[in-house]
């Protein structure tokens, strides 16, 4: 195995029991060590996924982020399966270290259907992806850009809450995969980057996440956020975001919620 594909080892889940499964210990973590929330979310997803029936994707997922993770340990995932109907499946998952709830989450998966189309189109024209300015990041599985928008003959680069984002190590090509990785990316940026000031900062803890999937992705294919701020208020900031792949097609949307609270000065 190589080293590129030993960085996703994280998403293959060891069946503890048959509703148990638990989710190894990665490389990436944040700054003060604690768990990365994307991962969590991710892993949640692929485990809910390992119960259900074959051709069911995920469709949605409501999650809360309700204690910091160890990055240097295992997470359980327990699944309940709460409904298994005609085209959807419901399923609850809760990570847990300690034996404690640290993520728990709602999520559903669908069965491909036919049927009529419409795409709201991305609200900014963007030069495409290898166009835009690189971000130096601990992610290191992810190439991630400032996204480069066009406005008439000029160009401008967007903050961080605009950007192009893919996995720049071999992915197997599975669905699933893909979907689980975008899920990890989907929890990278923020909407909060062009409000900040010395009050606000541009991001903070997570408090929830919701997503919607909207059609197939490859992670490792270029995808665009463009994450806005929809309320600030009381240390807490809502924002939504639309992901599109390097066509526009739009892929999924999502909705988080964050602590933003000031810094804490340095002891």
Request: one cysteine or more.
């Amino acid at each position: 195995m190589s080293a590129s594909t030993d960085l996703l080892d994280w998403l293959d889940l060891e069946q503890v029991d048959r509703d148990i499964f638990r989710g190894r210990p990665s490389s990436f973590r944040t700054e003060f060590w604690s768990l990365f929330g994307g991962l969590v979310a991710a892993q949640a997803l692929m485990a809910a996924a390992r119960t259900v029936p074959a051709g069911r994707f995920p469709h949605s997922l409501h999650g809360y982020f309700l204690r910091p993770g160890d990055s240097l340990r295992p997470v359980l995932y327990k699944v309940d399966r709460d409904r298994d109907g005609g085209s959807f499946s419901a399923r609850r998952v809760a990570a847990l270290q300690d034996g404690e709830v640290i993520w728990e989450m709602t999520c559903s998966f669908h069965v491909d259907l036919d049927g009529p189309d419409f795409t709201q189109p991305m609200a900014l024209d963007v030069v495409p992806a290898e166009l835009g300015v690189p971000i130096p990041t601990w992610h290191e599985i992810c190439d991630i850009r400032h996204a480069v928008a066009r406005v008439g003959d000029e160009t401008g680069v967007m903050p961080f809450s605009q950007g192009w984002v893919r996995i720049c190590v071999p992915v197997p090509d599975d669905r699933l995969v893909h979907a689980c990785l975008h899920v990890y990316t989907s929890d990278l940026s923020t909407g909060f980057v062009a409000l900040a000031n010395d009050e606000l900062p541009p991001a903070g803890p997570s408090i929830d996440h919701a997503m919607w999937f909207h059609h197939p992705v490859r992670a490792d294919e270029w995808v665009y956020f463009d994450c806005s701020a929809v309320k600030v208020g009381g240390r807490r900031g809502l924002y939504t975001a639309t992901a599109h792949d390097a066509s526009g097609r739009l892929v999924s949307v999502l909705a988080q919620e964050m602590l933003l609270r000031p810094p804490k000065p340095a002891s």
